[in-house]
Every structure is written in structure tokens, then in C-alpha cells.
């Protein structure tokens, strides 16, 4: 099947994540259902037309799903099609004249610091290898702001305390380095002693399960979730918002937009702008909140 072949080159070529991958499978195969009528043998990639993708989106609005889920599938599109154009000879792209979907991107949470610090602050048992190693999820997640897939990959011979420094495998296979301090360090050291007491034949990965396993996303979901649950504003407790949090904190305390992108790893500054309006709602607020002038009728 083409879309066998095209999610294989997505997946091993241009190394797309799992997630995404099974995204554009069903995407591909809502499209491939509706084009055909319920009869998915009868597809063919080269017989479709610009309005038959038109008349599709127009139906998935009728439908009831959203601007996002709807720009999500032409994007699926495009891609498939690009690839028939690369790989199988086709003139044209067919979706290359769909118009996206505009969306609002909503401002993305994050906890305010003073939550953060009293969650920090709290005290655990530093005999135990499993809230040890909790703790230390919670606090590299917010001074590094990796990701959680990166967090979950992270190999021991990449954790240096002796220069402080992380070495993450990001998108699109791309290392980078990510700096941290002293409170990091001594934790890891500690996790790691604890680590190697309870555990023989430990995996490569830094953090582990007591099996000597490494962590699966879902875990440290569970692991984050619990730690802030009842204990912050958020509506969310994620370990995206931990990393939200992190670029949201370097630069309310001044640090440089291009050296948040690149601790971030986001390959465009577009992605680490919309940190600079969480900072100036939050200067609004306080301003609100503070001046005089501000609490006055019409001020």
C-alpha cells in the first residue's frame, strides 16, 4: 500500500515520532474512506483533484471538528502528497491549494514560580530511590526544560556533573546541550548512588524503574501529575508545563530569546516568542493588580 510506503519514509527518512506517524495513518485512511465511499480498494492517489480534498475539509467542518484537528489533516495531506510527487512520479500536488485552517494557538500554562519553589522545598525521603528519583524528574524538567521524550531517552553517559552539562536527543535526531547548576548536580549524584544500590544490571538510560528498566512516557506523566496535583493554579499538570514553566521563568529574569530557543531546542524563534506574551500577561496582571491608577474606574 502507498500509505505503507509513505509512513515508512516518514517514520525511518525524516524520522517523524511515533505519535505523529499514527496521526497521519489515520488521517490518511479517513481521507482514503470518504474518497472511496467505505471502500478503501478502489483508492487512487492520482485521480484525486484539489476539490475533492475541498469538498472533504468542507464536510469535516460540517462535522463538528476543530480549526486544529482540521489544519492537522491537510498538513497529512500535503505530506502524502508531496512524497507521491517525490517518490511516485505524480505531476501534482492536489493539496498544495488548500487553504489552512486558521488557528488561535492558545498561550501555553505554566506555574508560577512561588508554586514551583514550594514544591521544590518540600521534603522526601532521600534514602529512597524512587522519590529520589521523582524529585529529580520534577526539578530537571524545570531548570533544564527538556521534553519528556527526552527526559525518558536520556542516557547515564550523558548526565555530567562534572561539567554541568546535559547531552538530549531531540526532534529530528538533533543533539544539544543544556547547561545546569549546582542543585542539579548534587541531586543526580545522589540519585545515582541510590540507583546503583538497588539496581544490578541497570539499562543504559539515566532514569530507571527498580526492574532496572528504563521509564515509559506514561509513567512520568503519573510521577509529574501527582507531584503538582492540588498544589498549583494550573488547570494542567503535565511535564509540559514544567517546561513551560522554565522558558517562562529565564525570561521574566531576563534571559536572552536566542538562548531560550536554543535550550529548548526549537528550530524556529517563532516557537519561543509566544513565551513573550505569557511574560508580558503576567506584567499586565501585576500592574493591574499593583498601581493605583490601574484600580481606578476606566483605568
Known sequence: MLFDSFLTYIRCELNYSAHTVLSYRNDLEQWRDYATGGNPEKFRADDVTVNDLRLWVA???NDGNSPRTIRRKIQSLRA??????????????PAAELTPVRTDKP???????????????????????IETRDRLIILMFYT??????????LLDINVDTTRGELKVLGKRNKERI???????????????????????????????????????GNLIYQIVHRTLAGKVHSG???????????ATDML????????????????????????????YRELKLNYQHAHPRALKKGG
Open 59 to 61: 464536510k469535516l467542518s
Open 80 to 93: 502524502f502528497y508531496r512524497y507521491m510527487m517525490k517518490c511516485h512520479g505524480l505531476k501534482d500536488n
Open 107 to 129: 498561550l501555553p500554562v505554566y506555574i508560577r514560580p512561588t508554586e514551583t519553589a514550594a514544591i521544590l522545598s518540600e521534603t522526601w525521603d532521600d534514602t529512597d530511590f
Open 144 to 153: 533544564t526544560g527538556i521534553r519528556a521524550s527526552e527526559l525518558r531517552s
Open 178 to 216: 543544556i547547561p545546569f547548576g549546582n542543585e542539579l548536580s548534587e541531586m543526580i549524584t545522589l540519585y545515582r548512588h541510590l540507583r546503583d544500590e538497588a539496581i544490578d544490571s541497570p539499562a543504559p538510560q539515566f532514569f530507571l524503574r527498580p526492574t532496572g528498566e528504563p521509564l515509559y
Open 236 to 246: 494542567r499538570q503535565s511535564p509540559h508545563v514544567l517546561r513551560h514553566s522554565f
Open 252 to 279: 521574566n529574569n531576563g534571559a536572552d530569546i536566542k538562548a531560550v530557543q536554543q535550550l529548548l531546542g526549537h528550530s524556529s524563534l517563532a516557537s519561543t516568542q509566544v513565551y513573550t506574551h505569557i511574560t
